[in-house]
């Protein structure tokens, strides 16, 4: 079947580095995204990857490994801000690349 | 206004009520797309519109039913909801994917309903 796992809730610092892991079990993969959702707000796009490899952003990297069925969302110089919900979705070319979605990973920032 | 919005950003209703969120992308998509996310749960994709067709209903119950007039606005209509259906619906919309490019999805702020 198809299936993504992210851990349900992650704590980290301020200032420090964060990895939130993404696993999935998927057929027709098309490539993998990471959404921000802060509370009561909308998911923002913050990553595509679709080849393997590290793709930097700024403070954010995200890496994936297709042999594996493994992504990883870096967060680095932690701020306040970033204290969110983090979603994994991964495109599928035979769901008509429609998006499968992670339950997201709560990150909660500590000062 | 700029990108999506949706109204109502709450709604609260009882079972018997008929009621329609709308959905309004300014982004010049052609597709737009229903999910509902609840709690700790992974978003459930009901419904995507491409060139204001349906292409996509992923087994919703009939009490919500859909309706997209242009490529701009999508309506949710409910109807004789459960209390099981209270929940962030959110809608998005993007570049239609069909010749293989990604489809970077852009969200509205959500309309949270309660039904009682």
């Known amino acids: 079947g198809q299936n993504i796992d992210q851990p349900t809730e992650m704590t980290a610092t301020e200032g420090a580095i964060v990895q939130i892991n993404c696993t999935y079990q998927?057929?027709?993969?098309?490539?993998l995204f990471w959404y921000q959702q802060h509370a009561g707000e909308a998911p923002t796009f913050l990553s595509y990857?679709?080849l393997d490899g590290l793709e930097e952003k700024g403070r954010f990297s995200s890496f994936l490994s297709r042999s594996k069925g493994y992504s990883y969302l870096l967060l680095k110089e932690l701020q306040m801000k970033d204290s969110a919900s983090y979603l994994c979705a991964v495109s599928r070319t035979d769901s008509n690349y429609q998006l499968i979605w992670g339950a997201g990973t709560k990150l909660i920032i500590k000062p | 206004e700029t990108g999506v919005t949706q109204t109502p950003r709450h709604l609260v209703m009882g079972m018997t009520n008929k009621k329609s969120l709308k959905c309004e992308q300014h982004?010049?998509?052609?597709?737009m797309y229903w999910y509902k996310q609840s709690a700790k749960k992974p978003l459930e994709l009901m419904f995507v519109y491409s060139l204001e067709e349906r292409v996509e209903n992923n087994s919703v119950p009939s009490r919500f039913s859909p309706e997209c007039p242009n490529s701009s606005h999508l309506f949710l209509h409910l109807h004789t909801l459960q209390p099981e259906d209270s929940a962030l619906y959110l809608c998005?919309?993007?570049?239609?994917?069909?010749?293989?490019?990604?489809?970077?999805?852009?969200f509205g702020p959500g309309t949270r309903l309660t039904v009682l």
């Open positions: 982004l010049g998509h052609n597709a």
């Open positions: 998005a919309s993007s570049q239609d994917w069909r010749d293989g490019s990604y489809n970077e999805q852009f």
């Open positions: 990857n679709v």
């Open positions: 998927t057929s027709g993969f098309n490539g």
